[in-house]
């Protein structure tokens, strides 16, 4: 049961860090196409801090 867990973990720490990356692409475009949005950069801070515990080493 451990091992599941742990690789549930494990991939939900990639899927996090895919969807971190793929929203700066985002941000980036978006800031280039239309300047800066204040509520799109308060979803990727909220995106980034959802995922903090993931980096936690035990």
Do not use: C, H, P, R
Request: proline share 0%.
């Amino acid at each position: 049961m451990g091992v599941y867990i742990t690789l549930g973990i494990k991939y939900l720490k990639w899927l996090w860090i895919a969807a971190l990356i793929f929203f700066i692409g985002y941000f980036i475009n978006d800031y280039l196409e239309s300047g800066f949005n204040s509520q799109l950069f308060a979803v990727g801070v909220g995106l980034a801090a959802s995922g903090v515990g993931f980096l936690n080493k035990k």
